[in-house]
């Protein structure tokens, strides 16, 4: 059981941080393609609070959670409120669809990257070879590392994935006839 609220308590602030940052990249992009929409409503911030979905960012990750740990498993999903924006603000429509929808991906590469040079410098302090990484390492601060490289690299493909309401779709949609 210890063990399970070790892996809810990192895998929740890791995924509270990423869907931070991929709505607050898609608020500052939006943003300097002249949509101040999600900047007015207070969402152009890596404060995870305005992007808190009550159902997807707190009831639907316990629920899998639980589920998860039924079947010996335990995993988090789950998603956040999406990025409000106006359309009819931007300048240059397809490059504006690009690079905003782009920009929530991006911010998940750059996580997935932090998360590495973290886990590779403490796992040099430590004395852990990287494959160590997911294995026995102990260490909460590695492990909250490497949570934040999986947890990541996983939204980061996911969203490049061309289907609805899916961020890939904005961007075949915006590259495609």
């Not at 159902?55 to 988090?76: K, N, Q």
């Not at 106006?86 to 990257?113: C, E």
């Amino acid at each position: 059981c210890h063990h399970y609220n070790e892996i809810l308590e990192h895998d929740f602030v890791v995924m509270l941080l990423a869907f931070s940052a991929h709505e607050a990249a898609h608020a500052w992009v939006a943003h300097k393609f002249g949509d101040d929409t999600a900047k007015d409503l207070g969402r152009m911030t890596l404060n995870p609070i305005p992007h808190i979905d009550p159902f997807g960012t707190i009831l639907l990750p316990i629920v899998t959670f639980v589920m998860g740990g039924l079947v010996g498993f335990p995993m988090l999903f789950g998603y956040p409120k999406p990025t409000p924006m106006n359309p009819a603000n931007w300048q240059n429509y397809h490059k504006a669809n690009f690079w905003i929808s782009s920009a929530g991906i991006m911010a998940n590469m750059l996580l997935v990257i932090i998360g590495f040079i973290g886990a590779r410098i403490m796992m040099g302090f430590y004395g852990y070879g990287i494959e160590d990484l997911f294995g026995s390492i102990q260490n909460p601060i590695v492990l909250f590392f490497g949570y934040m490289m999986s947890l990541n690299l996983s939204l980061f493909v996911l969203n490049l994935l061309p289907l609805p309401p899916l961020d890939g779709a904005e961007i075949f949609k915006s590259i495609l006839p």
